[in-house]
């Protein structure tokens, strides 16, 4: 895995109270913005790497994932557009940095996948990757909001309920977290997308 440093990032926390983290990630190496569509698609199968099978999502980050699941599936039937992911993770394996959470697939397909949260209609969480074509392989774009941006409840969201569910650090965590699944990419995904 790549350290943080391979990437640019930022951290900015909003007048509003919102927590807005991006990510320019190193490119990644003999990979296609259609074989990370394809990845996002198929979380929930299982790979093989060195002779030895293993749920996708668990290797994608051996140390920080715990469990992924599709919670509902798409108007389709699949994975794509309209589906919902749960998603277990604790960023640095801390466990004060844990996440559950079940996101709506708001895109999916081979510019980016975005997810998104909402609590009684106010989006609350929304986390967007997008992919490009880079020199020897693709790019690939982050950007986490976690708050509302405006509202009562936002407003109440963000001052008392995200510092606690999503602190400043968890945020630091995630950059770190993210830049590492990110670059693990590289090794994972040719070789699989090449015997699908």
Known sequence: MKPVGSARTTQARLPNGQLVLTI????IRGVTPAMLRWWFETLGQSITHEGVTYPRYLLWHPRDHIHWELAARSP?????QGAQFRIVE????NPGHYVDSTEFVEKLDEEGISLVRRIAGTEIFRLEHRFGVAERGASYRSRMTVGGASGTFAWFFNRFVRPVVFSDAMGSSWLTHNVEEV????HLLPASYGAR
Not at 76 to 80: E, K, L, N, P, Q
Not at 90 to 93: K, L, R, T
Request: aromatic letters at 6%; charged letters at 20%.
């Open 183 to 186: 670059s693990m990419l590289e």
């Open 24 to 27: 320019e990630h190193d490119p």
């Open 76 to 80: 389709s039937g699949g994975t794509g």
């Open 90 to 93: 604790a960023f640095g394996a």
